[in-house]
């Protein structure tokens, strides 16, 4: 998998937690964004990008969605 290559930021509380979530997964980004594509959401690579990397504010819509696609409770995409 890729290492990061810019520190995380601090306008969200989720972009770490999802990308850790995504990747135990086993879920690569690219098929992760088209799976969010056919929840309605139109993200791209790059804004999707900014979210993991908490460089970006992560909308409700976009949390349900996400949740929902890597099948846990919103709850857990925020860490403890």
């Given amino acids: 998998m890729k290492i990061r290559k810019k520190q995380y930021g601090d306008v969200n509380m989720v972009g770490r937690r999802i990308e ?3 990747k135990e997964k ?3 980004q690219k098929d992760f964004i088209a799976r969010l594509q ?4 139109d993200i791209n ?3 999707y990008s900014k979210l993991e990397g908490q460089i970006r504010i992560a909308t409700d819509k976009e949390l349900y969605c ?3 696609i890597l099948n846990v409770e919103i709850k857990d995409l925020f860490e403890e």
């Fill in 20 to 22: 850790a979530i995504r």
């Fill in 26 to 28: 086993g879920i690569k």
């Fill in 38 to 41: 056919t929840y309605g959401l």
């Fill in 45 to 47: 690579p790059t804004s």
């Fill in 66 to 68: 996400i949740a929902k």
